[in-house]
C-alpha cells in the first residue's frame, strides 16, 4: 500500500490507482464508513473496467436528496449515489467525457462567510441541444484538483472524439 499514507485520523493517498487498490485501502477505514465505500465499490465493479484508472474519488451528492461519490477515472466519469432502502445499497451512473462539453463550478459560502464544499456544474450533450447537472457538497479541500482532473480528462477525449 504505497499510495496510502496515513496520519492519525486522516490520510493521504497518491492517485491514481485502480479499483481493486481502493478496496484494499478502505481496510484503514473506520468500519461504519466504509460500509459506504463498500457499497460504491460493488457498484462501481458493474460500469468500470478492472484495471481502469481512478484519478479522484471523493464523496459529492450527485443527486439533490442523495449522498455518495464522484470518480473520477481514466475513461468516464461515476457518479454513485447510496441508495435509502432497508438493505442500504449504491447505483452507479456513468459520464462520458465525450458527452461532456463544459464544465463549471462554484464555491458554496455560508451564513458566516466560511466555505461549505463545492458545486460542479456539468453541461452534458442531449438528444436535443444539452442537458445541465449539478453536483453538491464536493469536500473543499480536493475541489480544485477534481475540477482540474475532470477538464483534462474532457479535453483528453473531445480530441479523440
Do not use: C, W
Not at 481493486?20 to 478502505?26: C, Q, T
Not at 464555491?107 to 456544474?121: A, D, Q, V
Request: avoid cysteine.
Amino acid at each position: 500500500m504505497g499510495k496510502f499514507t496515513k496520519f492519525h485520523r486522516y490520510a493521504v493517498m497518491e492517485y491514481p490507482v485502480t479499483l481493486k487498490e481502493m478496496e484494499e485501502i478502505s481496510k484503514e477505514i473506520p468500519k461504519t464508513e466504509r460500509k459506504f465505500y463498500e457499497f460504491a465499490f460493488k457498484a462501481l465493479r458493474k460500469v468500470m473496467k478492472e484495471d481502469e484508472n481512478i484519478y479522484a474519488f471523493d464523496m459529492a451528492d450527485s443527486k439533490l436528496t442523495k449522498t455518495g461519490f464522484i470518480v473520477v477515472g481514466e475513461h468516464n466519469l461515476y457518479l454513485v449515489a447510496m441508495k435509502g432502502r432497508l438493505f442500504g445499497g449504491a447505483e452507479a451512473e456513468v459520464v462520458k467525457y465525450a458527452d461532456i462539453k463544459n464544465v463549471h463550478f462554484d464555491i458554496i459560502p455560508t451564513p458566516f462567510g466560511l466555505t461549505n464544499g463545492g458545486i460542479l456544474y456539468l453541461e452534458i450533450k442531449a438528444l436535443f441541444g444539452s442537458k445541465k447537472r449539478t453536483i453538491h457538497n464536493i469536500p473543499e479541500q480536493n475541489f480544485d484538483s477534481i475540477v482540474k482532473k475532470i477538464r483534462e480528462q474532457v479535453n483528453q477525449h473531445s480530441v479523440k472524439a
